[in-house]
């Protein structure tokens, strides 16, 4: 027996019809051609059941049927089958074109017509368990092809995260000799704007745009960037330039993620009041992601200790953020920091750098 014939053998088949000689009459003619799982029913009420518990390749179905009739059934199937409802063949002794008509508006594929001939039977149900076979191949292929790009694109997108993070703390390391700072500040950003009442993937997005946003530093001077001093106005200037640098190293991508990075890069010293860099945006004309990302690197950077300084205390830096509302920062974005600041402190202690943790 060929591959093809022993699917088609195994197909199940159910045989619906109010009168039990015609059930019994399919189901022997069926299993004599070697058909392995042949089901009859002469409830109509049991099938949507009977289908749901265990789905059907093709259904044998009588139209003119008690309580519920062939119709009935059809709808019964669609309302669990998610748009794949099984073939269905209708068994019927009306010629007339109407029931053809609504046979086939309801979900029929085929008509058998009673008295039916046994080898235009047979040959109608092999061919249209040919065609569900076939249908569910090519369903199932499709459904492992849609997998495999879902799984390359979802590899794809993790290797991109994992670069665009290697490269906001590579800023980092250069500027603080740690990276964790990009991680807290990130996941701040996150929680600030999930309580902003972002949406989740815009939220995720800032999560992941967000450690780049002193990538521009990789641009400065060593002799400015590094400078254990205060800055002169002339190196001050050069300092302000990582803004764009960074906004020039992220460039024009059409990606959704590198789009709200250089949104950040370029927009996360701005201030409320308008005093900030590098264009002087004042209130809401500051995009909410740079708004929500200078309250976190503030509020990270005040709090965390270097090797060449001692970070503020918790109650200093808050009390800082808060006094700084409406002026640099933007008073929406400090009050949801204020009502969130425990969960801020937690996501600070569990992101310790490791001379913190040490000293």
Request: charged share 30%.
């Amino acid at each position: 027996m060929s591959d093809v014939q022993d699917h088609i053998l195994q197909a199940r088949i159910l045989v619906v019809d109010d009168n039990l000689t015609n059930v019994v009459l399919l189901k022997k003619l069926l299993e004599a051609e070697g058909y392995l799982h042949v089901d009859g029913e002469t409830d109509s009420r049991k099938v949507v059941g009977m289908y749901e518990a265990a789905p059907y390749d093709l259904v044998l179905l009588d139209i003119r049927m008690p309580h519920m009739d062939g119709y009935d059934v059809m709808d019964g199937l669609k309302g669990i089958a998610n748009g794949d409802i099984p073939p269905i063949m209708v068994l019927t002794a009306q010629t007339d074109m109407d029931t053809k008509l609504k046979a086939l508006a309801a979900g029929a594929q085929d008509f058998l017509h009673k008295p039916f001939d046994r080898v235009e039977a047979l040959t109608r149900i092999r061919n249209m368990i040919e065609v569900r076979l076939l249908h569910k191949q090519v369903r199932e292929q499709n459904e492992i092809l849609e997998q495999k790009v879902q799984e390359r694109t979802q590899e794809l997108e993790d290797t991109r995260l994992d670069v665009v993070h290697r490269l906001g703390r590579a800023a980092e390391y250069k500027d603080n000799e740690t990276g964790l700072h990009v991680v807290r500040m990130s996941k701040i950003a996150h929680l600030l704007a999930v309580a902003l009442g972002m949406s989740d993937a815009d939220a995720k997005l800032l999560l992941h745009a967000s450690p780049m946003h002193d990538i521009g530093k990789i641009g400065i001077p060593d002799g400015v960037l590094l400078k254990p001093g205060k800055l002169d106005p002339d190196e001050w200037e050069v300092m302000k330039t990582h803004c764009q640098i960074g906004a020039e190293i992220l460039g024009d991508h059409p990606s959704p993620l590198m789009q709200m990075a250089r949104l950040v890069a370029i927009t996360h010293h701005e201030k409320w009041d308008g005093s900030g860099y590098p264009k002087g945006l004042k209130g809401e004309a500051i995009p909410l992601v740079g708004r929500i990302t200078a309250v976190a690197d503030v509020f990270d950077a005040l709090t965390s200790e270097r090797p060449y300084k001692k970070g503020w205390a918790i109650e200093d830096a808050a009390a800082f953020i808060k006094e700084q509302s409406g002026q640099h920062f933007d008073p929406t974005v400090v009050d949801k920091f204020t009502e969130h600041l425990d969960e801020i402190v937690t996501i600070r202690n569990t992101h310790r750098d490791t001379f913190e943790a040490e000293s």
